[in-house]
Structures are given as C-alpha cells and as structure tokens.
C-alpha cells in the first residue's frame, strides 16, 4: 500500500477512486430521496385527482336531476297545451256569426225576455 502512496499517477487514480466512489454513494442517496418525494407528489396528486372525479361526479349528479326535474316539467306544459288545443277545438263546432248575430235559440230567448219585460 505504501508504494501506492510513494507513485504519484497510482496516488492521483486512487484518489480519483476515492471520489468516484463517494460521488456515487451522494448520488445514490439523493436519488433514493428523489424517488420517495416523487412517490409522495404522485400519492397527493392521486387523492386530488380522486376529489376531483368525485366532486365532478356530485355535479354531473345535480346537473341530472336538474334535467330529469325540468323534462319532467316541460312534458307536463305540453299535456297542458295539448288539452287546451283539443278543448279548443271541441268548442268550435259550428260557426256562431253569419248573417245575423244570434242564432234562432237566441232569438227565442230575447223574444222571452222582452215578453217578460212587458208583463212586469
């Protein structure tokens, strides 16, 4: 061992070694310590991930029942205005106005009327 240290070239290349070796056991150590924090960010970015998919599946939830609420509703506008449509259309059923305004059971009504007026 001694010869090594009297030869300057095996001195430099033994203390070349001796970095070398030290480098590699730093290096290691903070690749070990850069693996762990990586994990931890991976584990925290999973649960805000999770919270985020589960917020997002609360809202697609709300959105859908808001949906449900108003197909329901517009179903039962158009039930509505369908009625109203169909009452409508029963009403009419023979034309009112013509030549004259009342028809004959009106005249018969306003006769008896007037015949009422005069006796009173």
Same mark, same amino acid.
């Given at each position: 061992?001694?010869?090594?240290?009297?030869?300057?070239?095996?001195? &430099?290349?033994?203390?070349?070694?001796?970095?070398?070796? +030290?480098?590699?056991?730093?290096?290691?150590?903070?690749?070990?310590?850069?693996?762990?924090?990586?994990?931890?960010?991976?584990?925290? +970015?999973?649960?805000?991930?999770?919270?985020?998919?589960?917020?997002?599946?609360?809202?697609?939830?709300?959105?859908?029942?808001?949906? &449900?609420?108003?197909?329901?509703?517009?179903?039962?506008?158009?039930?509505?205005?369908?009625?109203?449509?169909?009452?409508?259309?029963?009403?009419?059923?023979?034309?009112?106005?013509?030549?004259?305004?009342?028809?004959?059971? *009106?005249?018969?009504?306003?006769?008896?009327?007037?015949?009422? *007026?005069?006796?009173?």
């Amino acid at each position: 061992m001694t010869w090594i240290l009297l030869n300057k070239r095996w001195t &430099a290349i033994a203390i070349l070694l001796l970095l070398v070796f +030290i480098q590699t056991a730093i290096t290691n150590h903070y690749v070990k310590m850069l693996k762990q924090a990586d994990q931890q960010c991976l584990s925290q +970015i999973q649960d805000i991930e999770r919270k985020q998919v589960k917020a997002l599946a609360e809202a697609q939830n709300q959105i859908n029942k808001v949906s &449900a609420d108003y197909e329901q509703y517009k179903s039962e506008q158009r039930t509505k205005v369908e009625y109203v449509e169909r009452e409508v259309q029963k009403i009419v059923e023979r034309p009112v106005y013509k030549s004259a305004c009342v028809d004959a059971d *009106g005249v018969q009504q306003i006769n008896d009327l007037i015949k009422a *007026g005069n006796t009173s």
